[in-house]
C-alpha cells in the first residue's frame, strides 16, 4: 500500500521498500501517467544516456 504524503504546498506519494525493489526503481528519475482514472508510474527510459560521453573517452583515448 502506498500513501500520499503532506510536503510543503505539494504532496508526495510514499512507496514501500519492497515495491521499489520490485520495480527496479531506486535512484532513478520518474515518469507519471493517468490510465483509466490510475496512476502509472515508471522509470524514464534514456537507452541513450551516456553515449556521447563514452564515444568522446574512446576519441581521446584512440585519437
Excluded: C
Aim: hydrophobic share 40%; aromatic share 8%; glycine share 12%.
Amino acid at each position: 500500500m502506498a500513501y500520499l504524503v503532506r510536503i510543503g504546498n505539494s504532496q508526495g506519494i510514499r512507496i514501500p521498500k519492497s515495491f521499489i525493489e520490485q520495480a527496479d526503481l531506486e535512484g532513478k528519475e520518474l515518469k507519471f501517467e493517468v490510465v483509466n482514472g490510475g496512476l502509472f508510474i515508471a522509470p524514464v527510459n534514456e537507452p541513450r544516456k551516456g553515449w556521447a560521453e563514452s564515444i568522446n573517452k574512446v576519441l581521446v583515448t584512440h585519437g
